[in-house]
């Protein structure tokens, strides 16, 4: 999960992340009752770059990273590192299990790494940046992932299809109100 760059009325608004850790503690509770691993993986969101076309490498110091996106505001990107502090914040108070993938500082670095188009100077090119998440969630993954747990998630029967978020009547799937660890009827 991550909060990405959205705003709200010009702001970030952390109310609805208090709405997300809610479903995820009741989601690890639920995958607790099962003996499930359910591990929640967080990553900070780094800020775009003014100007990207203009950069043809990374940049190893993140302090002159940091200056150059506070001297040249955009989208409000100055104020990343201080909401996904805010945010992680949140998530040590409260009762979750998770890991952090630390995306800002990843991204932060990467101001040449947006060239897929030269107006889109926040999103990053594949491969790239999205690619060095993914191998820290893998890793992650694998550090705390026994054998065991894999068989037990590949063998529990999911009450829809885990492909899609639309029923079969077309109408989307209300996540909120499900307990997707729920022990399966076994004479059904």
């Known amino acids: ?4 760059a959205w705003l709200q009325n010009g702001v970030h608004d ?3 992340a208090d709405q997300a850790l809610h479903h995820v503690h009741k989601w690890q509770q639920d995958c607790l009752e099962q003996n499930l691993p359910c591990p929640f993986f967080y990553r900070t969101s780094p800020p775009g770059h003014v100007n990207c076309a203009n950069f043809t490498e990374p940049e ?25 502090e805010l945010f992680l914040q949140k998530l040590e108070l409260s009762e979750l299990a998770y890991e952090i993938i630390d995306g800002y500082e990843i991204g932060i670095r990467r101001p040449d790494d947006h060239k897929q188009q030269a107006s889109d100077c ?4 594949n491969p790239g940046v999205p690619d060095a998440y993914n191998r820290i969630l893998l890793h992650y993954l694998r550090l705390h992932r ?11 029967k999911y009450p829809w299809d ?7 009547d077309g109408q989307d799937f209300n996540w909120s109100n499900s307990k997707p660890y729920a022990a399966e009827n076994p004479s059904g």
């Open 1 to 4: 999960m991550n909060r990405g």
């Open 14 to 16: 952390l109310k609805g």
């Open 60 to 84: 190893n110091n993140i302090t002159i990273m940091e200056e150059y996106v506070a001297q040249n505001p955009a989208y409000q990107w100055e104020t990343f590192r201080h909401e996904n």
């Open 122 to 125: 926040l999103h990053n090119c």
């Open 146 to 156: 026994t054998p065991a747990d894999i068989s037990r998630v590949s063998q529990y």
């Open 162 to 168: 885990r492909t899609s978020n639309i029923k079969p």
